[in-house]
């Protein structure tokens, strides 16, 4: 298991022991996926995390939110194209959204983790903007 792995399981657990309402775990797992994307990983996983990071950074969704989105673009279709991936995915990592205090500190740093990693995959926003315009209606 590589550490990342071993983090983001830390992280999961906090993140779905969250008694908060807006599912913050969803924006774990989307900013997880989005920086830690290689070529071997299936291009539904990249599309869906950049939509709900699109989604939660630039147009305030909450994660359950999110996480509908997701169901509605996952009964629209089954082809998602393959996206440039970034050389740099962002400043902040899962280590440093670990250190903060849990409680708000740390979900403020996951939202600070959220917009990192969105701004590392600034080229395809264009792309995501328009997935989410086509399939979820979103402008």
């Known amino acids: 298991m590589l550490k990342e ?6 992280l999961a657990f906090y993140t779905l022991a969250h008694s908060g309402p807006d599912f913050i775990h969803q924006h774990a797992v989307d900013a997880y996926t ?10 539904i996983a990249v599309v869906f995390a ?11 969704y909450t994660g ?9 673009m996952a009964n629209r279709t089954k082809a998602w194209p393959k996206l440039p991936l970034p050389a740099d995915r962002g ?43 086509e399939h979820l209606g979103v402008d």
Do not use: F
């Open 64 to 72: 359950k939110q999110v996480q509908r989105a997701h169901m509605v």
């Open 34 to 43: 989005a920086q830690n994307a290689d070529e071997s990983t299936k291009a």
């Open 91 to 133: 400043t902040v990592r899962i280590e440093d959204v670990l250190k903060a205090k849990p409680g708000h500190e740390r979900d403020a740093e996951i939202g600070r983790w959220c917009a990192s990693v969105w701004q590392s995959w600034s080229e395809s926003r264009t792309a995501i903007a328009a997935i989410a315009r």
């Open 50 to 60: 950049l939509v709900g990071l699109y989604l939660h950074i630039e147009k305030g």
């Open 5 to 10: 792995d071993k983090l983001y399981d830390e």
